[in-house]
């Protein structure tokens, strides 16, 4: 049965690197929902991809040798990876380096630019590249960034704004009007008394300060600033057009709901509706704001050599073994945190101890006690009524747990019915039933009836676990042999479905349990071989010899003596001075990156050494036409090279 369309995202990751096992719970969460809305009988779109442009970008990539795209290439095939690994159920994999995504976002720029929602200004203030957020003076915290805690830096520059106080009153009624919008509640809070309350200022749309974004395609020298660009994905991935949105966006949109981290909470509360409500379409129905997963006691960050990747932990505890930790460990608004002892811990205890167990010994005592074929359910009793009560319990709380997205808590639930499994054996005693089964048809017959229940119980929790952990669901219920037909939520709705005289499959062990000494020895020998290997490759090669040149060709490089007549800065470029030049009887325009070590005004006047015979270039769209020397000391400081004395512009420097 179809119950219509369900249309559900994460945030797109950043890709400045790898992504973490922090980064992968949010996928994982997301897809966890995904395939239980899919397992009501939803029509699921479910999109995730990358966030690929930006200062950052473009700074990592020129620390790595490469072009930004080359580097946004290499790291959205790496989060790609890790998805695909976690095996993730998703439609679409969006990057914002699409170009039907890129075409959306000019438009949409040029939309609301056009209706006057978006005007050009000029920016002042304290710049995080990391968060690539501006911040005034008085939301600096100790100088810092008050969202990651890095430094900052003064910037100005030209820039387009948009008009977020005009909203503010119509998205604060909406809060007001829609309690389920923002989810859980305390982010709620958060976002109304911290952001809305004390009042919107307008928003930096644009940057003229570097080049990896999109273009402003009616003012070339700006690029779209990461808000518009990155979440308007959530509508582009659906095919929309401010012209003529496309049919999937006319089936899917609004959203049913946006899984995205607690950080980036304000973009999505605050200025996505916004820019909605601009464009005049419909916001989102829900917005959840998911807790981090913390490494011991700490977020995790790379400088803090605390970070666990998705792929590593994978070859320890397998796919689902990640997934089952990551879902069952983070609580629905507070931090989790994640250490390999509580892996393996609850590897053992959970999924080893309780689920693999229950599996494997009911299987086998089928095939031990009636060869495989599955008996008939016979008369209830008293103990037997107690795991069927449960069983559809279960069934019913999972989905009440999931409709309020408490993911942890509702695979709790499926849990504790293997639990009540596991104890039912110890009640029913079926090797004691066997023992009597020789001589008795009614023992016989009651042990057919506990098999019964069991593997009855089992397929419910086959069935229930598919959305969390979808290998060993489909593990389980491939051991029962069961059809398609009984492997749906609605086949659950009653106990008893199981068919009767039929075979089951062999039993599998689903979880070997792990011996956690070895297994640390494991990891801790494991995570010193790769720190050694790292280290290898961090080590200063060795300076290769300087290439010799013969005089004829050191001759060919013309330097002469100039003098600075005017200098001032150039727009959009923190490093960048543009100087007028005389030398002899001509004036050159030389651009230089030494913005950071002189000011316009005590750099007119001086003299400087200039090569003069180099073609012309040009920086940030302005001509150059030489080089002026410069020394370097070994922290990076610069000066000028003068000559000793004042000589005549133009003297030849031999």
């Given at each position: 049965m179809n119950k219509g369309p369900f249309y559900i995202t994460t945030a797109i990751a950043y890709t400045s690197r790898k992504p973490h096992i922090g980064n992968t719970y949010e996928i994982v969460l997301t897809d966890a929902i995904a395939r239980f809305k899919k397992l009501q009988g939803y029509d699921v779109?479910?999109?995730?991809?990358?966030?690929?442009?930006?200062?950052?970008?473009?700074?990592?990539?020129?620390?790595?040798?490469?072009?930004?795209?080359?580097?946004?290439?290499?790291?959205?095939?790496?989060?790609?990876?890790?998805?695909?690994?976690?095996?993730?159920?998703?439609?679409?994999?969006?990057?914002?380096?699409?170009?039907?995504?890129?075409?959306?976002?000019?438009?949409?720029?040029?939309?609301?630019?056009?209706?006057?929602?978006?005007?050009?200004?000029?920016?002042?203030?304290?710049?995080?590249?990391?968060?690539?957020?501006?911040?005034?003076?008085?939301?600096?915290?100790?100088?810092?960034?008050?969202?990651?805690?890095?430094?900052?830096?003064?910037?100005?520059?030209?820039?387009?704004?948009?008009?977020?106080?005009?909203?503010?009153?119509?998205?604060?009624?909406?809060?007001?009007?829609?309690?389920?919008?923002?989810?859980?509640?305390?982010?709620?809070?958060?976002?109304?008394?911290?952001?809305?309350?004390?009042?919107l200022q307008d928003l930096c749309v644009s940057r003229t300060s570097f080049t990896w974004g999109i273009p402003v395609d009616f003012d070339p020298k700006h690029v779209i600033y990461v808000w518009i660009d990155a979440l308007t994905n959530y509508i582009n991935a659906l095919g929309y057009d401010t012209d003529e949105p496309g049919e999937k966006y006319k089936k899917y949109w609004p959203a049913d709901i946006h899984v995205i981290g607690k950080d980036i909470l304000r973009f999505h509360t605050i200025y996505w509706p916004i820019m909605l409500m601009a464009l005049g379409e419909p916001l989102p129905k829900q917005i959840f704001g998911h807790p981090w997963l913390l490494s011991g006691d700490s977020k995790m960050s790379k400088s803090l050599g605390n970070v666990i990747y998705a792929d590593d932990l994978v070859r320890y505890f397998g796919v689902d073994g990640v997934r089952y930790y990551l879902l069952r460990e983070m609580p629905f608004a507070s931090d989790g945190t994640i250490t390999y002892e509580n892996v393996i811990g609850r590897f053992n205890a959970d999924l080893a101890n309780t689920i693999g167990n229950l599996v494997n010994r009911t299987i086998a005592m089928g095939h031990k006690y009636f060869a495989g074929v599955v008996q008939p359910r016979g008369a209830v009793e008293g103990t037997d009524e107690e795991l069927i009560q449960m069983a559809q319990d279960t069934a019913k709380s999972v989905i009440a747990k999931m409709e309020e997205l408490k993911v942890a808590e509702a695979l709790e639930e499926i849990v504790s019915l293997a639990r009540r499994s596991n104890k039912y054996i110890d009640e029913t005693m079926p090797w004691a039933l066997a023992k009597e089964a020789a001589t008795s048809e009614e023992k016989k017959a009651r042990l057919g009836a506990v098999l019964y229940n069991l593997l009855e119980s089992i397929r419910?929790?086959?069935?229930?676990?598919?959305?969390?952990?979808?290998?060993?669901?489909?593990?389980?219920?491939?051991?029962?042999?069961?059809?398609?037909?009984?492997?749906?939520?609605?086949?659950?709705?009653?106990?008893?479905?199981?068919?009767?005289?039929?075979?089951?499959?062999?039993?599998?062990?689903?979880?070997?349990?792990?011996?956690?000494?070895?297994?640390?020895?494991?990891?801790?020998?494991?995570?010193?071989?790769?720190?050694?290997?790292?280290?290898?490759?961090?080590?200063?090669?060795?300076?290769?010899?300087?290439?010799?040149?013969?005089?004829?060709?050191?001759?060919?490089?013309?330097?002469?003596?100039?003098?600075?007549?005017?200098?001032?800065?150039?727009?959009?470029?923190?490093?960048?001075?543009?100087?007028?030049?005389?030398?002899?009887?001509?004036?050159?325009?030389?651009?230089?990156?030494?913005?950071?070590?002189?000011?316009?005004?005590?750099?007119?006047?001086?003299?400087?050494?200039?090569?003069?015979?180099?073609?012309?270039?040009?920086?940030?769209?302005?001509?150059?036409?030489?080089?002026?020397?410069?020394?370097t000391d070994e922290k990076g400081g610069y000066c000028v090279i003068r000559p000793e004395a004042d000589v005549a512009p133009g003297a030849e420097v031999r």
């Open positions: 779109y479910f999109t995730t991809g990358t966030d690929e442009h930006g200062q950052k970008i473009e700074l990592n990539a020129h620390e790595n040798g490469v072009s930004p795209k080359e580097y946004v290439d290499t790291v959205a095939g790496e989060v790609k990876q890790i998805w695909d690994l976690m095996n993730t159920s998703y439609d679409r994999f969006i990057r914002t380096t699409d170009e039907d995504h890129m075409r959306s976002v000019q438009k949409i720029f040029k939309k609301l630019y056009e209706q006057g929602d978006i005007y050009k200004g000029a920016y002042e203030g304290w710049y995080c590249v990391p968060c690539e957020s501006f911040f005034t003076e008085t939301q600096l915290v100790d100088g810092k960034c008050p969202d990651c805690g890095r430094e900052v830096t003064k910037t100005k520059e030209e820039a387009y704004f948009f008009r977020m106080s005009k909203y503010q009153d119509r998205l604060m009624q909406h809060i007001e009007e829609h309690p389920e919008f923002i989810q859980p509640e305390s982010r709620k809070r958060e976002m109304v008394n911290n952001f809305l309350k004390p009042g419910y929790i086959g069935i229930l676990l598919l959305p969390f952990l979808p290998e060993t669901g489909h593990k389980i219920l491939d051991q029962l042999d069961v059809k398609e037909e009984l492997r749906t939520l609605d086949s659950i709705a009653v106990f008893g479905a199981l068919e009767a005289m039929k075979p089951t499959g062999e039993a599998a062990v689903l979880f070997a349990r792990l011996d956690e000494a070895k297994t640390l020895k494991r990891i801790e020998e494991d995570n010193a071989a790769k720190a050694a290997s790292a280290e290898k490759k961090e080590e200063p090669k060795a300076q290769p010899e300087p290439e010799l040149i013969s005089i004829d060709e050191f001759e060919k490089v013309e330097l002469r003596v100039g003098k600075v007549l005017e200098c001032q800065r150039v727009k959009g470029a923190d490093k960048l001075l543009v100087s007028q030049i005389q030398i002899g009887g001509e004036v050159r325009q030389i651009v230089s990156g030494i913005a950071k070590y002189y000011t316009p005004e005590e750099f007119v006047g001086k003299q400087v050494i200039v090569v003069t015979n180099l073609k012309p270039v040009k920086l940030r769209g302005v001509l150059s036409q030489g080089m002026i020397l410069c020394a």
